[in-house]
């Protein structure tokens, strides 16, 4: 699994909660969404991630590898965790003809792996070689595959059957993951804690959301969106026209 793949998994569990005082049904009876046809299968799950998992399991363990785990040595295991992405990150970039990230990532791969001690070290970005992250779930958005409907994976969290195929596509990709299935968990492992450590700051904002069901779950769309157009959302005609009526008011001053 990916860093969208790790990210996205620990938002839902951090996420999953109940912060509204309505039931899990009245909530569900507020909107249709079409991109959400299992909307009540979803919200309990969502309770059950962030009321359950997240609360005796996950959020305490990240407290505790931020609170004990010397920061030096958390910068490299997340760094040797990245660098297990690169080849994974090199053909996706390749999938959707980006020759340049596909370069940037197998150079990235073969300096961090050797002069880098196993990845322990970021030496590339060191030269100005950043990372070029792409997951397959972009690959097969580049396609033109539509995400399919909004699920809540138990113990996952938010995700969509276009990005779980682009898991499992992306786990293949990985040297470790194939040789030897302990160092493939304890490298998902160490991106989950970083990835929900790195949440905490936001903890109060979203459960003091209306609905941060409905919140996640847009802004997990939009994230999705941004990844495979990289950056470049179209926007809607009547946007478009209020920027160049605003553009026009602007240019009288």
């Known amino acids: 699994m990916n860093k969208v793949g790790v990210l996205v998994l620990v938002s839902g569990l951090l996420l999953g909660g109940c912060a509204s005082q309505q039931t899990t ?45 010397p920061q030096i040595a958390r910068t490299g295991l997340l760094n040797m965790a990245d660098n297990l992405e690169e080849p994974s990150n090199g053909l996706n970039n390749l999938l959707q003809g980006k020759l340049d990230g596909t370069f940037i990532s197998l150079g990235r791969f073969l300096l961090n792996s050797t002069v880098g001690l196993l990845g322990l070290i970021d ?25 399919g409907p909004y699920l809540m994976v138990p113990a996952l969290g938010p995700s969509d059957p276009r990005s779980l195929v682009g898991d499992v596509v992306d786990s293949s990709y990985s040297p470790i993951d194939g040789l030897n299935f302990y160092l493939g968990f304890l490298r998902v ?9 790195s949440l905490i700051q936001q903890e109060q904002q979203l459960n003091s959301s209306a609905d941060p069901y409905a919140f996640v779950k847009s802004a997990y769309f939009q994230n999705l969106e941004f990844k495979v157009t990289d950056g470049k959302v179209e926007k809607s005609e009547e946007e478009e026209a ?12």
Not at 41 to 67: C, G, H, K, S
Not at 189 to 197: N, P, Q, T, V
């Open 25 to 69: 049904a009245e909530r569900a009876q507020q909107y249709e969404d079409p991109k959400d046809p299992l909307e009540s299968f979803n919200r309990t799950m969502w309770d059950f991630n962030y009321d359950v998992l997240d609360e005796y399991i996950l959020r305490p363990t990240a407290v505790a590898y931020v609170d004990y785990m």
């Open 123 to 147: 030496v590339a970005s060191e030269i100005g070689l950043n990372r070029e992250e792409e997951e397959f779930g972009e690959v097969l958005g580049k396609w033109g595959l539509n995400t």
């Open 242 to 253: 209020l920027e160049d009526d605003i553009d026009a008011f602007l240019d009288e001053f």
């Open 189 to 197: 492992g160490i991106k989950a804690l970083e990835s929900r450590a």
